[in-house]
């Protein structure tokens, strides 16, 4: 065989290789692209990407914010050296003070009405007594040199007609001994025992005059004595 003859098989052999290569790999498409493929993509055509200028911010800002003036009642106060003056809403309040910074007059209202009013009085340093006056009842208390209540008698509104009156009495070390309460025409009276380190060690209960309970403290528990008529009726044990 001439050599030309074989460079012209080889030739032809070469072509049907490369156009059977091409045929095949034609064949193969890229897969299609699915939808979650697509929501995945960055949707850069449609999408707004406008930043929001610093005025629009502002003003969406002041919209979030705008609320009815009554519903955000922040008040007001003032404080001087002669008292203290507050409101929020519909109350107010006002404290008139004395040289010392210690309070005369306070009183509470709510639109036009009284809700409250005190009254103090001093006498050598100390508050001597206090007048409360409140929309049913006028309450007055007494206090001694330690500002402990010693007397407290509720009036009606108007005053003259009392309605309950109660009277303590301390000891030696601040402790109440007594107390005295008187309500509705009945009088009720508490005497109360300590023992070491000023620790309760009995109470006895009056109505009347007529001695009703008397109770023994204990650790971890109380007696307590029942009274019928000057008998004793019973005894309950409660721990504390």
């Known amino acids: 065989m001439s050599l030309k003859k074989i460079l012209c098989f080889v030739f032809i052999l070469y072509s049907l290789f490369i156009f059977a290569d091409g045929s095949e790999n034609s064949d193969v498409q890229s897969p299609p692209v699915t939808e979650t493929e697509n929501q995945n993509l960055p949707a850069t055509e449609n999408a707004d990407t406008t930043v929001p200028s610093g005025t629009e911010t502002e003003n969406q800002n002041l919209s979030e914010n705008e609320k009815d003036p009554e519903e955000y009642d922040r008040g007001f106060y003032s404080i001087q050296s002669s008292g203290l003056t507050t409101g929020f809403g519909d109350r107010w309040f006002f404290e008139q003070l004395d040289d010392n910074g210690r309070p005369l007059i306070s009183v509470l209202y709510e639109k036009d009405k009284l809700i409250e009013k005190k009254t103090y009085t001093y006498t050598d340093g100390y508050p001597e007594s206090c007048e409360v006056v409140l929309p049913d009842k006028l309450i007055k208390i007494k206090y001694n040199q330690k500002r402990m209540e010693t007397e407290k008698t509720i009036y009606d ?21 007594e107390s005295f309460l008187k309500k509705e025409g009945t009088e009720y009276i508490s005497k109360y025992e300590y023992g070491p380190e000023n620790k309760p060690k009995s109470k006895t209960d009056f109505v009347n005059g007529n001695k009703i309970s008397y109770t023994e403290y204990m650790t971890d528990k109380k007696i307590v004595h029942l009274f019928e008529y000057g008998k004793e009726v019973g005894v309950i044990e409660e721990e504390i």
């Open 157 to 177: 509104a108007e005053g003259k007609n009392e309605l309950e009156k109660n009277i303590y009495t301390y000891n030696e070390n601040n402790l109440l001994i």
